[in-house]
């Protein structure tokens, strides 16, 4: 069994450039979403009113 699978493995085509492309698009990714929630969390905590919350949503999630 173990075998087969190397022999699977030599066989496949590894772009391991495109690989790591993808790898640190997809952290660049999660790391912009995690950011975006820790604000939105910290707006709402900081928040003392509906008001609040409606202006600190604007900052939250339009920020580049």
Known sequence: VE???LVKMKSQQINLGE???EAKETVNL???TVSSLAR???AVRRARGPGDLIDASADVW???
Do not use: Q, S, V, Y
Request: aromatic letters at 0%.
């Open 62 to 64: 339009h920020r580049p």
């Open 30 to 32: 999660l790391a912009d």
């Open 19 to 21: 690989t790591l492309a």
């Open 40 to 42: 939105a969390l910290l």
């Open 3 to 5: 075998t087969e699978a």
